[in-house]
Structures are given as structure tokens and as C-alpha cells.
């Protein structure tokens, strides 16, 4: 353990003044040696001079060169370039099993507190620039101030040794935050945690509300590079023709769920709150009454009873049930009930719902006719009125390719077009890429975004009923996550974790989450489930304290000046005067939240593992078939 000296104290950014004394100290004996050399007869004790000169510079050098190598190192790091097959052959490799690699770096002491805010008390703009020539010094007028980098890229370099950054993978089974501006990383970071999961054998799904491309193709080419490139399954908004084709009703283990998967999408506050409870009164009936049919609930068939009407629905609910009740006697009874009809007709309808008012409801009585009985007998005008907020959102979620691309019209359809689910794909170790689209269509894309954030809430309650841990893990990579939260995003990172579950969210700024989710508690309440949060370059002050506010508090030190002087009202020509100095310790952040700002592309904070704090930079991955455009 390192020894803690309570009155240490060292300037690291001051002139390197030993440096200074390792040159006087060898023109010094350079100086001697030439004297020697002219004058013989002098020349031992010349000798011994100029070898005392040379010892007290040997022993200077290390400290010189110490400062030295620290300060250069302020001008930064290269971009770091890693291939593909690097990170499958570390994944793979014995000697770091059950870890991940979250770039390099090392981990953020308070020394490093100390150096950086005496760091930010000199000019530190000018760290690791190159030093102006000649010409440039004795012209006129400076030359013009550009940028070299985006950030500052000293900060890094506080620390002379960088490694590394592992942490244990049952570490971020709490999940995972990152936060970023636009262009600082995010996207990058997604790909080395995203071809290390594929490595690992891992169910992927990757919701991207914006539609990147890069991300889509990065986790395909990592697929490819990794030997599955059968696994990667791509389904994006502004590309259907292209896209694999997905249910998001497959999923549910009780008949209303599928009713609260789209009223969920539905605003549920206000005036819009009766609307909504009706609108799920009236799925709920008609997707129950589906169930008892025996037909498996789609966007569009929901959509058609909405619009068309429940009569064939309701009689066809009543037939199924007197099959239940009457056994091998129900077709002679349904014969009696209906003869003079014709089927599909209004009165063959009505004849049905005569005979289970009068002979059976007493005896055999069903919540779910009743409920679909109460639907067709509802008043039309009525009707029509509370359904207006929900049939705009069944129509752009069944129309065109989108329609056909989320449920099959018919069966002959179903048959020529596979169409896969969220609980399928994670059983077979797909990599989802799930494209939102939404800089062309918020409406739209949010509205499935959430739609296929309640599916996965209902596989992960599934498998956490019937399978537990026990499988193969499911990582879900959000980006742009506030576009996409709701009540099912925040139940999935409360149970999602004994599911087996583990969500790395992205996001610009604390802010988006209030915003979209309607008050500041609902999003702490959805960052108060990550026990992993990391932050690259952030110039929001709220997203840089709530950062900061993770971690410890520690110390300080700086010298304070003194001086003074004072002088007798009966003798002003007496004066006194006093100087000095002392060592001051104050509280300080662990990381100052306006540092957060200066960060490079590529370069983060984190709070890792309960408390870690760390300080790393993400490198970027390039396949083989990229290696000769890398290098160039």
C-alpha cells in the first residue's frame, strides 16, 4: 500500500527546472574539459571538476527526464485502430475469461484530480502544442488559432501509463449508460461492446431509432468476420424491402397484453386518458374473443375489427363456445339456433347472442362473450367517437409494406414469407438490427420502437418464469434510448437482469429522458437501474453533475500566498510588512463536471463495477477487408 504523506506536494506542470540544471551542469564540464585540454599542466584537477560536473548531472537526469516524458505526453494519443479478428482472438483467449474490454485507459485516482486542477489554473490551451519557429516568433502579427483536435487531449495524458480497462461481464448485468454528444463516440463504443457480445455467443438486439447505417453495417460485418454472418437479422424502417419481416404481437402469455403493447403508444394522461382506456377495453374484448377462436392476434386483424365491426367476430366467439359446452350435441343446437339464416348475416348474429342471453349465460357463463357482446351492442355514434385516437396509430402501423412487413394479411401470405419474433431470434443467438427511422418518421418509428420494447419485456417475463438464468445472455443495445422510453423500457431494466437481460442505453443528455418520459423522477427513476454509466464528451451542466454526483468526493491541496503591510497612524514613516505561504486542503469533485466538455472524440469517464472510476478511450475496430484503407 502507498504511503500517504498528508503534507506532499508538487507542482507537475511547472518548468522543468532540472532539466535546466543537467544543461548548466554539463556546459559546465564540457567547459572544464576544454580548459583541461588547452592547459595541460591543470589537467587533474580540471579532470576531477568536470567529472563532478557530470555526476551532479547524472544524477538530475531521471528527474528531468521524468517531468519531461509526463509534460509530453500532454499533447495526447493517436487514434487507436484494432481489427476485428484482434478482439474475437481477446475474447477467445484463456487468460482473460468472463471479462470485457472497454478500451484503454487507467484508473482515475485523486492524484490525478490534484494534477488536473493545477492543470486548469495555467494555460492550458497551450498544452502539447508545438512550439512556434523562429520566422514565427519574430513575425508581426501571431498566426491564426485553429484547432488541431476536437477536445483536449492532455487530459489523457495525466496519466504517463495507460492499459487495459477490463471489467468482470457479471459486473454489467446491472446495465450499462453511456452518454455522449452528437459525433463524440457513442457509435463506436456500440461496436466494441456489440463484436465482443457476438463473440461470446451472445442473443444481440439493436434498437436505432436514428437508422444509423454505420451501426447496422459494423454489426454485420462483425458477424461476418466472426464466422455468423447466418445470425445477423436486419429489419429497417427506410428499407423494407430489404428487411426480414417481425411480429411484434408474437410474444405474451396472457391475451391482454396485447391490447396494453398498443395502447401504450397511446397518450394516457389529460383528456386523452378516457380515450385510451376505452380503446383498450375494446382491443382487450376482441383480442380475447380472437384467442378463443383460435386465431393468433395481428396488427391488421385487430385493425379490422376496429374499423369493420365485430359481428362475424362475435358470432363465430359464440359457436366456439357452444362446441365447449355442448360437446358431440353443440352442431345439432347451433342448427336449432340458426336455421332460416344466412351465416355472416346480421340476424344470424343476433340469434346467437339471443341464445347465450337466455340458455346459457346463467349455466355457462363467459367473460369474454361478454365483453365482445357489450362491444357489438355499444352505441355506433359513441363508438366512433372514442376509437379516433387509436385507429390513426392501427393505420400507420398496418398500411403499406410497414403492414405487411409486421403482420401477414392472409395465411397464403404467412406461407411464402417467414416471419420471425423477438422470442424466436433470441432462442437461435440472433444479432437483431432493428432500424427506427425516425429523422423521417418519429410517429411511426416511436410507436414501433415501443411496440418491440413491450415484446421484449414479454420475452424477458418468459424466460424468467420458465427458464431463469440459465440460458445464453441477451444484450439490447438502445441508442438515441429517450426516443424509445416508456413504462415497458423501464420495467425491462428493473426485471430484465433475472432474465438474464443486460441493456447498454445511449443518450445525448439527462434532459432527453425527462423530456420524453414527462418529469425528471420517471428519468431518475430509469437511470437509478444502471450500475454502469460512462459519459464521453458532454456539454450539458445537468448531464455533467448528475455524472459527477456518482462518484466520491476528495482533496485538494494549493499553496496560498500571503502578504501584507501595515504602518502606526502616529508614525507613517514606520511601515511593517510580512509575507508567506501555506498548504491549503479543500473538497473538491473527483472530476470537475466542466471537464466532461473538454473531452476528445473517443474519450470517457466511467463509473464502473460500484465506485471504479476510470478514464479511457475507445479504440476503432476495422475488419480485414478494411486493413489496407486503415493503414493508408
Known sequence: MAKFDNLKYSLTWRPNYELYQVLVMLSGALFYLLYGFFNPGVQTPVMIIASIFVLFAMIKIPAAYKVWQRQSLLAGHDLNFVSIEKVRQFVLSKKHPDVCWLGYGF??????????????????AEFGRTPKGILQTLAFKDAEVISEHVGQTWIHGLEPKESKI???????????????????????????????????????IILDPKGDIDLM??????????????????????????????????????????????????????????????????????????????????LKRLRAYIEGGVETLTARSIIMWMKTVYKENAQKVIDEVVKDFRPNSKKYTERLVSHY????????????????IDLLEHDAEHYSKMITSLLPILNKLTSGQLGDALSPPNEEEAALHEYRDFGEMIGKGCVVYVGLDMLSNAEVGGALGAMFIADLTAVAGSIYNFQGKSGRRIDVFVDEANEIANDGFIQLLNKGRGANFRLFVATQTFADFSVRTGSSSKATQVFGNLNNIFTLRSQDPETQKFFCARMPKTKIRYVA???????????????????????????????????????????????????????????????????DRIKS
Open 166 to 204: 477490463l471489467q468482470k461481464l457479471s459486473h454489467m448485468d446491472g446495465h450499462t449508460m453511456i452518454f455522449g454528444t452528437t459525433g463524440s463516440g457513442k457509435t463506436r463504443f456500440f461496436d466494441l461492446l456489440i463484436t465482443q457480445a457476438i463473440c461470446q455467443g451472445d442473443s444481440i
Open 561 to 627: 500566498q500571503d502578504q501584507g503591510q501595515s504602518t502606526l497612524a502616529h508614525e507613517p514613516i514606520l511601515m511593517g510588512g510580512s509575507t508567506g505561504e501555506r498548504l491549503v486542503e479543500e473538497e473538491s469533485e473527483l472530476v470537475p463536471p466542466e471537464v466532461l466538455g473538454l473531452l476528445p472524440n473517443l474519450e470517457y469517464f466511467g463509473v464502473i463495477s460500484g465506485g471504479y472510476v476510470v478514464k479511457g478511450r475507445v479504440p476503432i475496430l476495422y475488419s480485414e477487408e478494411e486493413k
Open 107 to 124: 484508473k482515475w485516482m485523486p492524484r490525478h484530480t490534484q494534477e488536473l486542477c493545477e492543470a486548469l489554473k495555467r494555460n492550458w
Open 357 to 372: 342471453k337466455t340458455a346459457m349465460r346463467l349455466k355457462h357463463h363467459s367473460t369474454v362473450l361478454d365483453g365482445i
Open 217 to 298: 453495417n459494423n454489426a454485420k460485418r462483425s458477424c461476418e468476420a466472426l464466422g455468423r454472418a447466418d445470425a445477423f437479422v436486419k429489419f429497417h424502417l427506410a428499407h423494407l424491402d430489404e428487411s426480414s419481416r417481425i411480429n411484434p404481437l408474437a410474444n405474451w402469455s396472457n391475451a391482454t397484453e396485447v391490447p396494453s403493447r398498443v395502447s401504450s403508444i397511446m397518450p394516457t394522461t389529460g383528456s386523452s386518458a378516457p380515450f385510451t382506456n376505452f380503446a383498450w377495453s375494446a382491443m382487450n374484448s376482441i383480442v380475447h374473443a380472437m384467442v378463443l377462436c383460435g386465431d393468433k392476434p395481428t
